[in-house]
DNA sequence: CTGCATCCCCGCCGATACTG
DNA sequence: CAGTATCGGCGGGGATGCAG
């Protein structure tokens, strides 16, 4: 059999970790968009001490804005990492907390958050030498 | 002793798995940067195989285009997480090969490309639930 | 073969003000 | 309390052309 597997009309093909992507529709960059926002990662981590509400959310994580809470938590909902909760109390309130899928891919994403901290001295450092 | 470590002039700050941060400054942030680039890690997945010249990489990294594989390669460089070497032939080729810290910082990313691959699915299908 | 420079579009994100 | 609407800056990144 031929070697890019399934690859018709000038469709361009990746091997990475033995699975073919096209550009387009890669899962790898789908789910990197997540961790990519600059606040995605950081609300995730927060509701992984538990449900919170939205005002909650809005005192932990620092210097969010209004805005950007608001749609990246719908964002994370949208993609089923982060499920919500309206309580029609008066005023109303919203909580927010991890679906099973959050807590899964929390898993995975807690060892890159280690290792950021343990080599981000040597990451600054090569920084600084190669600029210099 | 008191609660948020070191708050000092309204630094405001985040506890992030036993860490403190600020919202500028994170380390998190800062590697999660690599992870986000369009093309960063689709770049290190390959040079996983074994060291490429550039234009192997421009050949196996589909529909990259030539501006963006040199400003990808440069920043990883900088970085820290390959390195670069000139050959002098005529006319000169450039290798490109991991790191150490690149080889590490691939240790803890393809777990987070196979939970991708593995969980894509309910995403698109998360997605496809919350907009109809 | 490898890399740099230029132009330009577009989406992220911040600031602010306004509703149920 | 929670969310929406609007405006605007800034930077990522694609297309193209030039250079050692």
Redesign the interface.
């Known amino acids: 059999m031929d070697k890019q597997a399934g690859t018709l009309e000038g469709e ?3 091997m ?2 033995g ?1 073919p992507f ?2 387009d529709n890669c ?6 968009a997540n ?2 926002g ?1 606040w995605n ?2 609300i995730l ?2 509701l992984d001490e538990g449900p919170k509400r939205f005002s909650a959310l809005r005192r ?4 969010i804005s209004q805005r950007m809470l608001t749609q990246t938590l719908r964002d994370l ?4 990492y982060i499920s919500r909760e309206v309580f029609p109390t008066k005023p109303p309130s919203v909580e927010y907390a991890l679906t099973d ?1 959050g807590r ?2 929390l898993t ?10 343990e ?2 001295g ?2 600054r ?3 600084r030498a ?2 210099g």
Chains 1, 2 share one sequence.
């Open positions: 361009r093909v990746i990475v970790m699975e096209t550009a899962p790898v960059r789908d789910v990197l961790v990519a600059k990662s950081l981590l927060t932990e994580v620092p210097d909902q949208r993609d089923g899928l899964s891919f995975i994403m807690k060892p890159l958050v280690t290792w950021s901290l080599n981000h040597a990451i450092e090569a920084r190669f600029d």
